[in-house]
């Protein structure tokens, strides 16, 4: 026969009875789902490791970047010791400008990166009292101006602090009342330096308005940190405390448009005793810290909405120096 015409038998003979083939009885019956069968529970179990809370998979979130270097606190903190050099400020800094704060400060910039904003203050040596061990202790009270950089000079001893432009006078002119949480937080952390101090045995005798300064946190510190003296007596100066209830009662009245400060009907009567504590004859810090006016403690994230706003209305005296 020819390979082109062959032919393809079909044996039937093997049919069964009941109508299946050979093949069929090879197989399980046929399903509406022959074509995919679900893969049980146990299987799947077999396949890949049990589940628990620590192996789900969590949508990884924003991871907000690093904050760049804003000022010398980040930039030159990272010293543990505090530098002292020999020599001119001006071989590592640039004069900006004057600010008017406690006295005059410079603004300098640092020559090489990050070129951080630093406050330059020029002392007398005869002015100088506290030692430099003193000025590095003071690094672990965060209610002090912080100096990082000692020039000397064979007259004077150039001051290197961090970057700070705010004072109390300037959240003084801000039309805006304070809180009565806002003024325990001012005394408080005031007191909280004047502590510092004690236990040091060091005074500090040039509070005012003007030498408490302030950062955008809402955080407080004391300028001219390097004119702490020796205390006279075993506890801190009664003059010092009477200005603290002094500047609390003073913050407490309401500015005028012309910045004049004018007394206020309302003044809470907690502030009111609180400076009446601080004028009297056997004021102590203790009392004065366990006063009923701070007792609800003294959070420094109360300020930085007001030290936000001084910063953005209040007046700035500044000068700029020669060839800058």
């Known amino acids: 026969m020819d390979q082109e015409h062959r032919l393809t038998r079909l044996e039937f003979g093997n049919i069964a009875q009941g109508g299946e083939s050979q093949v069929n009885k090879q197989r399980p019956p046929a399903s509406p789902r022959d074509h995919y069968v679900t893969p049980s529970e146990d299987q799947l179990n077999k ?14 979130t924003k991871v907000k970047p690093p904050r760049l270097p804003l000022g010398p606190r980040q930039d030159l903190a990272n010293a543990v010791q505090l530098i002292e050099k020999s020599g001119a400020v001006d071989e590592d800094y640039i004069p900006c400008f004057e600010l008017e704060l406690c006295g005059s400060y410079g603004v300098w910039q640092q020559k090489k990166s990050p070129k951080a904003i630093v406050l330059v203050r020029q002392r007398p040596r005869t002015v100088i009292q506290v030692t430099l ?3 590095q202790d003071l690094k672990r009270c965060p209610h002090f101006l912080e100096c990082f950089e000692l020039f000397h000079t064979p007259d004077y001893l150039h001051l290197v602090y961090e970057y700070v432009d705010l004072n109390l006078v300037h959240i003084a002119t801000v039309p805006s009342r304070l809180t009565l949480e806002q003024l325990a937080s001012i005394a408080g952390q005031i007191l909280s330096a004047l502590r510092f101090l004690e236990e040091h045995r060091l005074q500090y005798t040039q509070l005012s308005m003007s030498t408490v300064l302030a950062t955008r946190s809402g955080l407080l510190k004391l300028g001219e940190p390097e004119l702490c003296h020796s205390l006279s007596a075993s506890r801190a100066d009664r003059r010092t405390l009477q200005a603290v209830g002094e500047i609390i009662l003073k913050l407490a009245h309401t500015p005028n448009h012309d910045n004049s400060l004018t007394p206020r009907r309302d003044v809470p009567a907690q502030v009111v005793d609180f400076n009446g504590l601080a004028v009297s004859q056997n004021v102590t810090l203790s009392k004065l810290m366990q006063h009923e006016f701070l007792s609800t403690g003294w959070d420094q994230s109360n300020l930085a909405p007001l030290i936000t706003l001084a910063a953005v209305c209040c007046y700035r005296s500044f000068r700029f120096c020669d060839g800058a």
Do not use: A, D, E, N
Request: glycine residues 0%; aromatic residues 12%; positive net charge.
């Open 47 to 60: 396949k890949r490791p049990p589940s628990s809370p620590q192996h789900h998979y969590v949508t990884p």
């Open 133 to 135: 061990s003193f000025l």
